[in-house]
């Protein structure tokens, strides 16, 4: 390996059977390329040596087995010093779609990131999942675009509330799951303030439109931490108290829970919590906030 003036990597020419299997730890690291490629669109050799420990040959070697695999897929940015999508890009380890970017987003979210176990055998295994929302792959790609260099979107937003969409100008700065579906936390220039926008309900491409200095660090109840306070209802029997305490690891009567306060009024209704004292029924609510009277300030449905 070798770099040229330009600073460009000189790649290794690789001869290799297209038809022979790959090992399964070559093909994690091509996975992991392709998907740096379609969703950040700049791969460099640090990346997979980050991600894999591996040498900065050896992620050389990587790109350009890919190459080999795929000629012209991926393309030199000089300017930027690493790989870019080329015309003929399309993903092969991938299926490229937004419900696979945002599953990822869900394991990487994790706190130890997502986990591959390897046995030979495992439990069947059944998973009820919400239906999924439609969404556009332009649409997912703009706005991680807008989150990762700071640019404002233009888009038309489709609420519950109004006959038409309306076009907004909007700062985002994270993607949340609240459990259900997708929505971006941005900045909306429309309406002054900091506000969730659901992603299913954007129609069309959304337009990256130029940098703005609106970011994270002034939006209040994302930068606000509150701690919920979670007990059996008082509705339940001593028997039954003892069984939800288990259920959910209390101690002395309580469990608590640590979030961004813009995120609460998600998480009471993810776990059929309210905000009004004892308002369901013991058997179909189950638990209830101790301290509901300092959430809430932090609550607005």
């Given at each position: 390996m070798r770099l040229s003036r330009s600073g460009e990597i000189k790649l290794p020419i690789h001869v290799i059977d297209k038809e022979a299997p790959l090992k399964w730890e070559v093909?994690?690291?091509l996975t992991l390329l392709e998907a740096t490629v379609l969703w950040t669109d700049c791969l460099g050799t640090r990346d997979l040596v980050n991600?894999?420990?591996?040498?900065?040959?050896?992620?050389s070697n990587d790109i350009g087995l890919y190459l080999t695999l795929f000629p012209g897929s991926l393309l030199y940015d000089r300017s930027r010093k690493c790989y870019r999508a080329g015309s003929s890009f399309q993903p092969h380890f991938l299926r490229?779609?937004?419900?696979?970017?945002?599953?990822?987003?869900?394991?990487?979210?994790?706190?130890?990131?997502p986990v591959l176990v390897l046995?030979?055998?495992l439990p069947p295994v059944e998973i009820v999942s919400p239906l999924e929302r439609e969404l556009r792959l332009d649409t997912l790609q703009a706005i991680s675009q807008a989150i990762r260099e700071s640019r404002c979107l233009q888009l038309d937003y489709q609420s519950l509330n109004r006959e038409a969409p309306v076009t907004h100008t909007l700062v985002p700065h994270a993607l949340?799951?609240?459990?259900?579906?997708?929505?971006?936390?941005a900045y909306s220039e429309s309406h002054g303030e900091f506000r969730d926008f659901?992603?299913?309900?954007?129609?069309?491409?959304?337009?990256?439109r130029e940098i703005r200095d609106q970011n994270a660090a002034a939006d209040t109840a994302w930068q606000t931490y509150v701690t919920l306070r979670i007990?059996?209802?008082?509705?339940?029997t001593p028997?039954?108290?003892?069984?939800?305490?288990?259920?959910?690891?209390?101690?002395?009567?309580?469990?608590?829970?640590?979030?961004r306060a813009a995120l609460l009024p998600y998480f009471l209704r993810l776990m059929h919590l309210e905000i009004e004292p004892h308002a369901g029924s013991a058997r179909e609510q189950q638990i209830v906030l101790l301290n509901a009277e300092e959430l809430r300030p932090w609550v607005r449905f």
């Open positions: 093909r994690q690291r991600a894999f420990g591996i040498s900065r040959v050896q992620a490229g779609t937004p419900e696979e970017f945002l599953h990822l987003l869900k394991s990487a979210a994790g706190p130890d990131g046995l030979g055998e949340v799951y609240n459990g259900y579906r997708w929505h971006m936390r659901v992603l299913a309900r954007i129609q069309g491409k959304p337009l990256l007990g059996p209802h008082p509705g339940l028997a039954q108290r003892a069984v939800i305490e288990d259920d959910f690891g209390m101690q002395q009567g309580e469990v608590t829970k640590r979030l």
